[in-house]
């Protein structure tokens, strides 16, 4: 059973940074597609960055080199770091699972969609003030 969960949210001033954290019990996520979702207040939830269990990592434009996505050497934690923060990176962040990688369809249009992954944790709020 796969219990991811979130941390590291918190409230940070426009161009700061935060580092948020998902972790499976202990458990390695090695063997895992992972991604990251926010979703904010009055918006559909939307995918940020995908790594595919082969460490191949794709981002959303808006976030292209500001945000990383990656597993500590240990593999047993998932990071997203944000660096260059904006207000508009305001909204819940979500940490997403699935044992296969994004469908093909959606690797080549370069989408990251919550139809992909089976499994996800509670979130952690991330708010940036300007």
Do not use: H
Not at 2 to 17: M, Y
Not at 52 to 73: C, H, K, M, P, W
Not at 79 to 90: A, F, H, I, R, V
Not at 108 to 117: G, M, N, P, T, V
């Amino acid at each position: 059973q796969v219990q991811l969960v979130e941390s590291g949210g918190g409230s940070v001033q426009s161009g700061g940074s935060l580092r948020l954290s998902c972790g499976n019990s202990g458990y390695s996520l090695a063997d895992y597609a992972m991604a990251w979702f926010r979703q904010a207040p009055g918006k559909e939830r939307e995918g940020v960055a995908v790594i595919t269990n082969g460490g191949t990592a794709l981002y959303i434009e808006s976030v292209q080199g500001r945000f990383t996505i990656g597993l500590d050497n240990t593999k047993k934690t998932l990071y997203l770091q944000m660096n260059s923060l904006k207000p508009e990176d305001t909204a819940m962040y979500y940490c997403a699972a699935d044992s296969e990688d994004p469908s093909v369809g959606s690797w080549a249009q370069r989408l990251i969609q919550e139809k992909d992954f089976r499994y996800w944790g509670r979130g952690t709020q991330v708010t940036v003030t300007s």
